[in-house]
C-alpha cells in the first residue's frame, strides 16, 4: 500500500495489524501441532543417530562421542556423505523422532536406488515452548503490550526460541558439524531443516552475527569456518532479508559456508499459512514464503557457481514437516545429493542440479530455449546467462538494482 492510501485508510490499517496480532498465536500453534501422517512414517525404514543438545544449547563431548560411535557401528567412513537433520519451533522430542524418522527413511530408499550410501544425524534441540494454550496466551498478552509501547512487559516464547536457535547454531550445531568433520575428513555434510531450523543453520555458519550475545554463549571454535555441501531449508522461518541487512552484514557470510542452497519457495498465489502469519508476532516476511533478498554480487556469485536452487511450488498451507518432505521432492533432493557424490555417474544426470550446470555450459541457442521453457529455477538460470532482466523472477529480488545481475555484472561487483 502506498503512503496515499495509508493516509485515506488509517483505520483499516489499524484493524489489519490487530487483526495479524491475534491470529498470528494461533497460527504459531500450528508450528507445534503433531503430525497426521503417523502411518506414512510408521512405513518407513528411517534409521539415524541422534544427538540431544543441552537445554542453552551445547553440545556435552559425552553426546558427541556416542553420535561418533553410533555412525561407526552403522557403517561410517571417512567418506560417506552425512546428512544431519534439523526441526524447527516447538518440536516435542516424540515428534522429532518421527519427522527425523520420515525424512531418513525417504532419503535412503531413493538414495539407495541412486546406488549412494548416507549416514544420518537428527539433531534436537529445546525448541518445545510447553503448554501449548498458555504460550499462545502468552504470545497474544506480548504482542499486544508491545504494540502498546511496553515492548518487555510479557515475554514472547516464540520470539525466545528465535533467540535460543541463533545460540544453539553458534553453539551445539557448531560442535556437531565440526567433530564430524574431524572424524569423517573426507565426508561431505549436509543439511536437511525445516522451519526455525534454518535459523539455527545460519547462525551456525555465521556466528560472528550474533556477537553482541558472545558473554551467555560462546561461539565454539570461532575462527573456525564451518563448510557444508547442501543446506536444504523447507519452509524456512527466517526473515527474508537476512543476508541484505545493512545493520548485520556479517550475516552474509553465510552464503559462501555452503556448495548448495536449496530453498523451497511457493508458487504465485500458494502460501504456507503458517509462516504467512509470522508477521502477527513481530518478524517480517519469511524466506519459505516470500523468497530471498539477495544483493546483486551475492546473486551474481551463487549463479555462477551454481549455489542457488530456487524449489517452487508443493508448499503445503499446514507448514508440516512430512508434508514439505513428500516423496516428490526427497526424490529430487536424493538425486542432486548422488549428482552431488559423482556428477558424471547416470544416477545424478536427471537431477535439478545436473540441469543447472547445463545451462551454466550451454551455448547462447541453448540458453535462449531454456530461458522460456522448463523448471521455474531453470528459468532463473537460463535468464542470468542468456544476460536478460531477472525481473519477471519471482522469490529472488536484488536490494541494489543499479548493479546488474548478469553473467556481465560479475565484473562490476567484484
Known amino acids: 500500500m502506498d503512503r496515499s492510501q495509508s493516509e485515506r485508510h488509517p483505520k483499516r490499517n489499524w484493524v489489519r495489524m490487530m487483526t495479524g496480532t491475534l491470529a498470528a ?61 534439523l526441526h524447527g519451533f516447538d518440536s516435542k522430542r516424540e515428534n522429532g523422532t518421527q519427522d527425523y524418522t520420515h525424512i531418513s527413511g525417504k532419503l535412503r530408499r531413493h538414495s539407495e536406488r541412486a546406488g549412494m550410501k548416507l549416514g544420518y544425524v537428527g539433531v534436537y534441540w529445546d525448541s518445545h515452548a510447553g503448554d501449548r494454550a498458555k504460550w499462545v496466551l502468552q504470545a497474544t498478552g506480548s504482542r499486544l503490550t508491545s504494540l502498546l509501547g511496553m515492548k518487555k512487559a510479557v515475554k514472547n516464547p516464540y520470539l525466545a526460541k528465535c533467540r535460543l536457535a541463533a545460540q544453539v547454531g553458534r553453539s551445539g550445531l557448531r560442535s556437531v558439524f565440526f ?14 531443516a525445516h522451519s526455525m531450523g534454518a535459523q539455527v543453520v545460519v547462525a551456525a555458519l555465521a556466528p560472528q552475527a550474533d556477537a553482541k550475545r558472545e558473554a551467555e554463549m560462546p561461539t565454539v571454535q570461532p575462527r573456525r569456518a564451518a563448510q557444508l555441501g547442501m543446506v536444504t531449508l523447507a519452509g524456512a522461518d527466517l526473515d527474508s532479508d537476512t543476508f ?122 541453448e540458453v535462449a530455449t531454456l530461458a522460456s521453457t522448463g523448471d521455474s529455477c531453470v528459468k532463473l538460470y537460463a535468464a542470468w546467462k542468456a544476460n536478460t532482466n531477472l525481473s519477471g523472477i519471482s522469490m529472488v529480488s536484488v536490494t541494489d538494482r543499479d548493479r546488474r545481475v548478469t553473467p556481465a555484472g560479475m565484473q562490476a561487483t567484484r
Open 244 to 365: 541484505t541487512r545493512k545493520d548485520n552484514p556479517a550475516l552474509r557470510s553465510a552464503l559462501r559456508r555452503a556448495d548448495v542452497w536449496w530453498f523451497t519457495v511457493p508458487d504465485k498465489g500458494q502460501a504456507d499459512g503458517v509462516l504467512e502469519l509470522r508477521r502477527g508476532a513481530g518478524k517480517g516476511d519469511a524466506v519459505g514464503n516470500r523468497g530471498l533478498k539477495l544483493t546483486s554480487e551475492d546473486l551474481n556469485a551463487m549463479l555462477a557457481r551454481r549455489a542457488l536452487v530456487l524449489d517452487q511450488g508443493n508448499i503445503p498451507a499446514g507448514h508440516a514437516i512430512e508434508d514439505y518432505f513428500n516423496e516428490k521432492r526427497v526424490a529430487a533432493i536424493a538425486a542432486s545429493l548422488a549428482y552431488l557424490e559423482n556428477p558424471v555417474a547416470q544416477a545424478g544426470q536427471q537431477s535439478l542440479l545436473a540441469s543447472l550446470d547445463r545451462v551454466l555450459e550451454a551455448d547462447r541457442r
Open 25 to 85: 498465536p494461533a497460527a504459531l500453534a500450528l508450528f507445534a501441532a503433531p503430525t497426521q501422517a503417523g502411518a506414512e512414517k510408521g512405513s518407513e525404514a528411517g534409521g539415524y543417530v541422534s544427538v540431544t543438545l543441552e537445554k542453552e544449547g551445547a553440545a556435552t563431548g559425552s553426546a558427541l562421542d556416542q553420535m561418533v560411535t553410533d555412525l561407526r557401528r552403522d557403517g561410517q567412513d571417512a567418506a560417506r556423505p552425512i546428512v544431519v537433520m
Open 179 to 192: 567433530r564430524l568433520k574431524d572424524e569423517f575428513p573426507q565426508a561431505p555434510i549436509h543439511v536437511v
